[in-house]
C-alpha cells in the first residue's frame, strides 16, 4: 500500500511541477515578446550578432546534412520511380519531398542540436556566474537585453537555414540523377517547376520553418533561464533543450501538415 501511494505521491509532484512548468513558460514567453523592443532598435548591434552565432555559424551542418539528404533521396527516389518507369520525376519527388517535411523538420533538428544548445549553455552559464543578476542590480533588464535578441536571432534564422537545406537538397538529388545515373536534366528540371507551387509548397514550407525557429528558439532561452545554476543543472538544460525541441518539432509538423493538407482537399 506504501508503494502505491508512494508511486501516486510522485505522480502528482511531476503533473503539478510539469503544470507549473508550462504556465511560467508562457508567462516567460509573453515577457519576452514585451521586451523586444530593444531588440528592435538596437536591430544591428544585438540581434544581428545572434543571428550570426544561431545562423551563420550553423551553415556548414545545415549545408553538408542537405547535399547528403539530397543525394540519398536521389538514389532512392530513382531506384523506386525507375519501377514504374517515372524516372524523370525525380526532381519532383525530391523537391516536393524537401520543400514540404525534410527541409523545415530536419533543419529544425539540427538548428536545436547546433544552436539551441549553445543558446541554453550561454544564458545557463550567465546565471551560473550571476552576471544576470549583476544586470538587474545595474538596471538592465536581462530579458531585454539577454533572452530577447537571442530569441530573435534563432527565429530569424531558422527559415533561412531550412531554404539552404532544401537547395542544397536539390542540388544533391540533380547531382546524383542527373549527372551521375543519367536521368535526363530537362525532364528533371521541367516536372519539378511544374510540380512545385508556391503557395501551397514553398509558402507552407516557410511557415513550418518559421513556427519551428520560434518553438526551438522558445525552449533554448527558457531551459537556460529557468536552468539550476550548477553543471549538472546546464548540462540537464542543455538536454531538456535537444528533447523538447525534437518532441516539438514532430509534434507540430503534424499538426501544421494537418492543416495544410486540408486546405489541399
Same mark, same amino acid.
Given at each position: 500500500m506504501k508503494v502505491v501511494r508512494d508511486s501516486v505521491a510522485r505522480l502528482g509532484a511531476w503533473a503539478i511541477n510539469s503544470v507549473w512548468r508550462l504556465g511560467f513558460a508562457a508567462r516567460f514567453f509573453f515577457g519576452v515578446l514585451i521586451y523586444s523592443g530593444q531588440s528592435f532598435r538596437r536591430f544591428r548591434s544585438l540581434t544581428m550578432r545572434e543571428i550570426y552565432m544561431s545562423g551563420v555559424l550553423s551553415l556548414l551542418i545545415i549545408t553538408v546534412s542537405g547535399l547528403f539528404v539530397g543525394l540519398v533521396l536521389g538514389l532512392q527516389g530513382f531506384e523506386t520511380l525507375q519501377r514504374f518507369g517515372s524516372s524523370d520525376?525525380? @526532381? *519532383?519527388? /525530391?523537391?516536393? =519531398?524537401? /520543400?514540404?517535411?525534410?527541409? %523545415?523538420?530536419? &533543419?529544425?533538428?539540427?538548428?536545436? =542540436?547546433? !544552436? @539551441? *544548445?549553445? /543558446?541554453? !549553455?550561454?544564458?545557463?552559464?550567465? $546565471? *551560473?556566474?550571476?552576471?544576470? $543578476?549583476?544586470?538587474?542590480?545595474? &538596471? #538592465?533588464? %536581462?530579458?531585454?537585453?539577454? #533572452?530577447? %535578441?537571442?530569441?530573435? @536571432?534563432?527565429v530569424f534564422a531558422m527559415p533561412l537555414l531550412a531554404a539552404l537545406f532544401s537547395a542544397m537538397g536539390v542540388f544533391g538529388g540533380w547531382l546524383i540523377g542527373v549527372v551521375l545515373i543519367g536521368v535526363d536534366g530537362g525532364s528533371f528540371w521541367s516536372q519539378m517547376q511544374a510540380a512545385v507551387d508556391f503557395r501551397y509548397d514553398i509558402v507552407n514550407g516557410v511557415i513550418k520553418s518559421f513556427v519551428f525557429g520560434v518553438a526551438v528558439s522558445l525552449i533554448a532561452v527558457f531551459e537556460g533561464w529557468d536552468c539550476v545554476p550548477t553543471a549538472e543543472g546546464i548540462s540537464r538544460a542543455i538536454t531538456r533543450t535537444v #528533447?523538447? =525541441?525534437a518532441l516539438a518539432i514532430l509534434a507540430l509538423d503534424f499538426v501544421l501538415t494537418s492543416f495544410m493538407f486540408r486546405e489541399l482537399s
Open positions: 520525376a525525380l @526532381g *519532383t519527388l /525530391v523537391a516536393l =519531398s524537401l /520543400v514540404r517535411e525534410l527541409g %523545415p523538420v530536419v &533543419a529544425g533538428l539540427l538548428f536545436a =542540436s547546433r !544552436a @539551441g *544548445t549553445a /543558446v541554453t !549553455a550561454e544564458i545557463g552559464l550567465m $546565471k *551560473t556566474t550571476e552576471q544576470l $543578476k549583476a544586470m538587474d542590480m545595474m &538596471a #538592465v533588464n %536581462p530579458v531585454a537585453r539577454v #533572452v530577447a %535578441p537571442r530569441f530573435w @536571432g534563432g #528533447v523538447s =525541441s
